[in-house]
C-alpha cells in the first residue's frame, strides 16, 4: 500500500524513533500513515511490540482492518476491547502478540493489575499509537497512561516505547488567545513527549486535493411564534417554586443553566436532610429534561418522558411523601390538557428546516448517505420516532437508525441503551448501504469512517471547536454538505460561530509552536512535564489524605431518598477496581432485586449482571446485583448513597472521593465466609 508524498512527509522523524504527533484533517489517511510507522518499525526494531490505543470500541475493528491490510500477515495481531466477554489476560494476549489494538482503558487496568495474566508493563511495548491524541489531558485514560511514561522518563527507564500521537484537532483548550492556545498545544505535545507536531509543509496542495472538505451550510429558523405546551410546562413548574418557597431560585426554564441549579439544589437538599426540597427539584429537572426536548424534538416527544418518568414513579416508590403525592396529582391534573396541547400545537420549526435538508439531499440519485449528530440518546430515539413517521421522507427511500453510547441505566426505559454490539452491527449497515441515515450522539463525531457518507447535519448542538471540526470530518465524499441547525440568535448559533474562530485561533497555535526554535520549544516541554507530575503527585498526596480523613466504620450509609440507614463505610469492597459492593450479608435486608437481570448485552471476564436493586423502604434504584464468579453481590451507585459522617453529611460525586479507605474485594475470603471455612 503506497502512501502519499504528503503522508511521507509527516512520518518522516517517526521513521527515524522520534516521538511525533501526526495533525491532518479527517479523511486524510492518519491511520495509513501510522500503520505504515508500524509495519516498519516491526521490521526494523529488534523484539518490537505495538499497540495501538483507541478511545472509542468500534474504532478497534475499524483499525484492525487498516493494520491488518499494511501488515499482510506477516506479524500477528490482535484486539481487546471491553465487550469481548471471558478471554486470556492483557497480559498474555501482548506477549503472544506483535501488535495489539485496544481500548485505553484496558491497558489501563492491565498496568495496575496484579495478577499476572494480566499485567503488562508499558515499556513491554516499543511503539505507542494513540489515536484522538487531543484527549491525552487533565484525567483522561491517555493521559492516565502518558503519566506513568512521563514518570518513567524522569527516572531515566530504559527502554521507553516511542509515541506516536493522531489527530486531526488539537483544539485551544477553551482558550480564547493566541497565547492561550499556544500553551495548550504546548501541554499536548509534554504530555505526549512530542518532538514535534507534523504536518504538510511542502505537500500541502497534494492534501488539498486529497481532503474533501464539506460546504458548510447554516439552515435557521425562527423561534416558535406560539407555544402553548411549553407555555403550560412552564405554569406547572411556576406552580412547583411557589410551593418550594425559595424566591431567590432563577425561573429561567428550559435552559442548561436551570438544568444546573436544580441539580445543585437536589444535592444540597439531601446532604441537609431535606427530603422534600430534595425530591421537589428532582421533578423540576423532570420537567426541564421535557422543555428541552420539546425545543429539540416534537411535544409528543417531550410528553413520553414525563409520562415514563412518573409511570416509574407510581410502580418504584413505596414510601411516598407528602410532596411526591402533591407532584404526582399536578401531573394526573394537567396530563390531558398537556396530551391536547402536544398534538394540538405547532410544529418544530428546526424539524421543518432539518426536513427540508433531508428532502433535497436524498433526492439525489447517488445513493447519499448521512448522520445528523444531536445532544442526548433521548433527542435521537425521539428523531427517529419522527423520521419513521414522515410521509415526505418515506418518499425518498431514508432507511435511519440511532448510533448512540454503550452506557447503561437501570432506570430509563429500554431504548435509551445500545451495546457495543449493537453499534458494530449498526456501523457495518451504514457501510453497506443497508441504512442510509444515521441519527447520532458524540459516540460517532471521532474515528468513524465511511468514504460514502456525503451529508452531516449538526442539529441545535452546543459544542466546542474539536467537536465541530470532528463531525464536520464524517462527510468524507466529494461535494459533500455539512449543515447547522438552529434557532435565529440561539446560544448554539453563537456557539458555532465562535468555534470557526476557535479552529483557525488552532491553526494559528499549531503554526506558533511549529516555528518554535527547538533548544526553547525542549526547555518548554521538559518544564511542562515537571509540572505536571509534581501536580499529580500533589493531586495523590491530597486523594489520599482525604480517604483518611475517617475510618469506614465511622461513615454510615444512608439511602440518598428516604434517608434510612442501611450499613456503613466498612461494608464496602471494590471489585475490579471500580465496583463498589456491599458485603455484609445483613445488607440483604435492606433492599429488593428484580426478577429480570439488567440488560448490560455486553460480556464481562468475570462477572454478568443479576437483577436492579431497589431500596426495600422507599422504592430508590440503588444500582444492580452482580454475580462475580459465582457470588451475587450488591453494586452501588454512589449517587444513591449519602454519606453520614463526625462532620455532617455528604454527598460523594464519585466513589473515589468517599473520605474513606475501601479496600479490594477479597473472592477467597468472601466464599469462606460464606461456607463457614476457614484455613487458619
Known amino acids: 500500500m503506497e502512501l502519499r508524498p504528503y503522508q511521507w512527509e509527516v512520518i518522516m522523524p517517526a521513521l527515524e524513533g522520534k516521538n511525533i504527533i501526526i495533525w ?143 489527530t486531526a484537532s488539537p483544539g485551544t483548550g477553551g482558550a480564547s488567545t493566541l497565547k492561550g492556545a499556544i500553551d495548550h498545544v504546548l501541554q499536548l505535545c509534554a504530555n505526549l513527549d512530542t518532538w514535534r507536531i507534523m504536518s504538510p509543509q511542502d505537500h500541502s496542495p497534494q492534501l488539498q486535493e486529497h481532503s474533501h472538505q464539506p460546504c458548510k451550510q447554516y439552515d435557521l429558523c425562527h423561534r416558535h411564534t406560539q407555544d402553548p405546551f411549553g407555555d403550560m410546562l412552564k405554569k406547572l413548574m411556576d406552580q412547583i417554586h411557589d410551593h418550594l418557597e425559595m424566591p431567590k431560585l432563577r425561573r429561567d426554564f428550559g435552559t442548561q443553566t436551570y438544568e444546573q441549579q436544580v441539580v445543585e439544589l437536589s444535592q444540597d437538599a439531601a446532604e441537609a436532610g431535606l427530603l422534600e426540597q430534595r425530591v421537589y427539584a428532582l421533578h423540576l429537572r423532570r420537567y426541564n429534561d421535557a422543555l428541552l426536548i420539546h425545543d429539540t424534538v416534537r411535544a409528543v416527544d417531550a410528553l413520553d418522558t414525563l409520562r415514563d418518568f412518573y409511570n416509574r414513579e407510581r410502580a418504584t416508590k413505596t414510601g411516598v ?25 405547532p410544529e418544530n420549526p428546526k424539524l421543518e428546516v432539518l426536513e427540508a435538508i433531508l428532502q433535497k439531499q436524498f433526492r439525489s440519485p447517488d445513493s447519499p448517505r ?49 451495546t457495543q454490539r449493537d453499534q458494530q452491527e449498526v456501523i457495518q449497515k451504514f457501510r453497506t448501504g443497508t441504512l442510509n441515515l444515521l441519527v447520532a450522539t458524540s459516540v460517532a463525531e471521532e474515528g468513524l469512517d465511511i468514504p460514502q457518507c456525503n451529508v452531516v447535519v449538526r442539529y441545535g448542538l452546543l459544542t466546542n471547536e474539536i467537536s465541530m471540526v470532528q463531525a464536520r470530518g464524517r462527510a468524507r465524499a466529494s461535494q459533500s454538505v455539512y449543515s447547522f441547525v438552529a434557532a435565529q440568535g440561539s446560544r448554539e448559533l453563537q456557539r458555532e460561530l465562535t468555534n470557526e474562530a476557535l479552529e483557525a485561533l488552532m491553526e494559528r497555535a499549531v503554526a506558533a509552536v511549529r516555528a518554535m526554535d527547538q533548544a526553547e520549544y525542549q526547555a518548554k516541554i521538559r518544564d511542562l512535564q515537571r509540572a505536571a507530575l509534581v501536580k499529580r503527585a500533589v493531586q495523590a498526596a491530597q486523594r489520599e489524605s482525604r480517604q483518611r480523613k475517617f475510618l469506614a ?52 471476564k468475570d462477572w454478568r449482571p443479576g437483577g436492579a436493586i431497589s431500596c426495600r423502604n422507599c422504592g430508590e434504584a440503588w444500582g444492580l446485583q452482580i454475580i462475580y464468579k459465582s457470588v451475587k453481590l450488591p453494586v452501588l451507585k454512589v449517587g444513591s448513597m449519602l454519606l453520614e459522617t463526625p462532620q455532617g453529611r455528604v454527598r460523594a460525586k464519585k466513589w473515589s472521593r468517599v473520605p474513606f479507605t475501601v479496600p479490594d474485594f477479597d473472592y477467597v475470603q468472601y466464599a469462606e465466609g460464606l461456607a463457614g471455612l476457614s484455613l487458619d
Open 370 to 418: 448521512g448522520i445528523i449528530f444531536t445532544r442526548t440518546r433521548q433527542s435521537a430515539h425521539s428523531l427517529l420516532l419522527w423520521l419513521q413517521q414522515q410521509p415526505g421522507l418515506q418518499t425518498v427511500g431514508i432507511r435511519p437508525q440511532v448510533l448512540i453510547g454503550a452506557g447503561n441505566n437501570s432506570q430509563r426505559t429500554q431504548m435509551i441503551q445500545m
Open 553 to 604: 466504620e465511622q461513615v454510615q450509609l444512608l439511602c440518598i431518598n428516604c434517608m434510612v440507614s442501611v450499613g456503613y463505610g466498612s461494608d464496602l469492597r471494590k471489585v475490579e477496581g471500580t465496583h463498589h459492593v456491599n458485603v455484609n450479608p445483613n445488607f440483604s435486608i435492606y433492599y429488593n432485586v428484580s426478577k429480570q437481570p439488567v440488560d448490560i448485552s455486553r460480556s464481562f
Open 24 to 166: 491532518l484533517p479527517t479523511g486524510s489517511g492518519k491511520t495509513r500513515a501510522a500503520a505504515y510507522v508500524a509495519k516498519r518499525h516491526l521490521e526494523t526494531v529488534d523484539g518490537a511490540k505495538v499497540v495501538v490505543l483507541v478511545n472509542r470500541v468500534h474504532l478497534v475493528t475499524q483499525h484492525y482492518e487498516e493494520f491488518s491490510r499494511m501488515l499482510d500477515r506477516r506479524w500477528t495481531i490482535t484486539t481487546l476491547s471491553g465487550d469481548m466477554g471471558p478471554r486470556a489476560g492483557f497480559g498474555h494476549m501482548a506477549r503472544r502478540h506483535d501488535l495489539l489494538i485496544c481500548t485505553a482503558e484496558l491497558l489501563q487496568k492491565a498496568l495496575a493489575s496484579p495478577e499476572e495474566e494480566e499485567h503488562v508493563e508499558l515499556n513491554a511495548f516499543s511503539l505507542l499509537v494513540v489515536d484522538e491524541c487531543h484527549h491525552t489531558h487533565k484525567d483522561t485514560v491517555y493521559n492516565i497512561i502518558l503519566s506513568r511514561y512521563l514518570e518513567l522518563k524522569l527516572q531515566r527507564t530504559r527502554p521507553l516505547p516511542q509515541v506516536l500521537g493522531l
Open 321 to 345: 411523601l407528602h410532596a411526591e403525592r402533591w407532584l404526582l396529582a399536578l401531573f394526573d391534573d394537567y396530563k390531558n390538557e398537556l396530551a391536547r396541547l402536544a398534538t394540538s400545537g
